[in-house]
């Protein structure tokens, strides 16, 4: 049955907005056990997932129902990343050596094409992310030889190649990237992109030629451990960024976990929250129809081990919300919000006039 676009829009705000007096997740049923730590939403009915032991997921219905598959041949590696274009779709395997690969499908999964396999030994691919071409992509990896390496697609991934090492900053010795939600790197624009970086440094690099070269900054998120640094960052525009992160390993002690720049990442400034913890990812989120609008054109969604928080003030105040944690998010322009966790956990927040995340 079509329905006229005002019509949507109506249903939406019946469906998402009705309970905003409770914030809260709607939990959608999976049908799977596996941990998840890719999600992608294209729009607000398709939107993918992909986690442990082979595992993806999609949905074309906005989470009503879910269809769970593995990837022939990859049952023992670990899909860190996905990146959703609807019927196509892209998978990133993370760990060590050939244990890291692409797989990319057009056709919901029916057929699985191995686009990369890592064969550096110390390799190690974190995250991916394409341009909103849909046809220039990047791929992050850990250091080798002293300098984070960094995989460039032209064709749609048909085809991956290396970036110059030569153009990369060298990396600080126990330097590393965090594959835990496929947000330690992302893309704004035609050639702007960033990652960040945890362990003995929190930094972020830049690259405003599509990730041929790239130029670092440091920035005051906690770091040092192995286990902590920048974990998932975000650019609403060519300037304004957020980066997220802290302690993994201490998910639920102070620390400085957010921070923000305005200068296309060039310098960053601590975010003062009324919880320093750990959060794994953050996205900007477009406030739906109608509600009110903040200072910034997008407001803001943060998901950790223990704590999910929301800011519709340009990371000024936040609301804390739920009690469970997730370890990635992913959002739809005008639309609902989207976040994975462990043992199949997907659920979803719509945005409402209230102006706070409901069911």
């Not at 300098?147 to 030569?166: H, I, M």
């Not at 975000?234 to 400085?256: H, L, M, T, W």
């Not at 310098?267 to 953050?282: D, E, G, I, P």
């Not at 979803?348 to 995340?357: E, I, N, R, S, V």
Request: aromatic residues 12%; proline residues 5%; charged residues 15%.
């Amino acid at each position: 049955m079509l329905i006229f676009p005002i019509m949507r829009r109506m249903l939406f705000f019946l469906l998402f907005c009705c309970a905003c007096a409770t914030a809260q997740w709607q939990a959608l049923e999976t049908h799977t056990t596996e941990s998840l730590r890719g999600i992608s939403a294209f729009n607000q009915d398709f939107v993918w997932a992909s986690g442990t032991h082979g595992t993806y997921l999609f949905t074309q219905n906005g989470g009503k129902s879910w269809t769970t598959g593995q990837v022939p041949g990859a049952e023992a590696l670990d899909f860190r990343g996905v990146v959703s274009f609807g019927f196509d779709a892209f998978l990133l395997a993370a760990g060590p050596g050939e244990q890291s690969r692409i797989y990319h499908t057009t056709h919901l999964g029916a057929d699985w094409v191995l686009q990369f396999t890592n064969q550096e030994p110390k390799g190690f691919l974190d995250c991916m992310a394409f341009f909103p071409d849909q046809v220039h992509g990047l791929v992050v990896g850990d250091p080798v030889n002293g300098k984070f390496q960094v995989l460039r697609t032209e064709n749609a991934g048909a085809s991956w190649q290396y970036a110059d090492p030569r153009k990369m900053p060298a990396a600080v010795p126990g330097e590393g990237a965090f594959a835990a939600s496929n947000s330690c790197l992302t893309t704004e624009g035609k050639k702007n992109a960033w990652f960040a970086t945890g362990g003995s440094a929190a930094r972020v690099f830049r690259s405003t030629d599509g990730g041929k070269s790239w130029k670092v900054s440091a920035t005051p998120i906690v770091h040092g451990p192995a286990s902590a640094g920048v974990f998932s960052i975000a650019f609403q525009d060519s300037r304004q960024g957020v980066i997220a992160g802290g302690d993994y390993a201490k998910p639920d002690s102070e620390g400085p976990g957010l921070a923000e720049s305005d200068n296309g990442g060039k310098s960053w400034r601590l975010v003062n929250t009324t919880k320093q913890t750990y959060f794994s990812a953050v996205s900007f989120v477009s406030a739906g129809p109608g509600a009110p609008r903040p200072s910034r054109s997008s407001w803001l969604a943060v998901v950790g081990a223990s704590v999910n928080a929301f800011s519709k003030t340009g990371l000024r105040t936040w609301e804390f919300f739920g009690a469970e944690g997730f370890n990635a998010l992913s959002a739809v322009p005008e639309g609902p919000v989207f976040a994975a966790g462990s043992g199949g956990r997907i659920s979803k927040a719509g945005l409402g006039q209230c102006g706070a995340p409901c069911q």
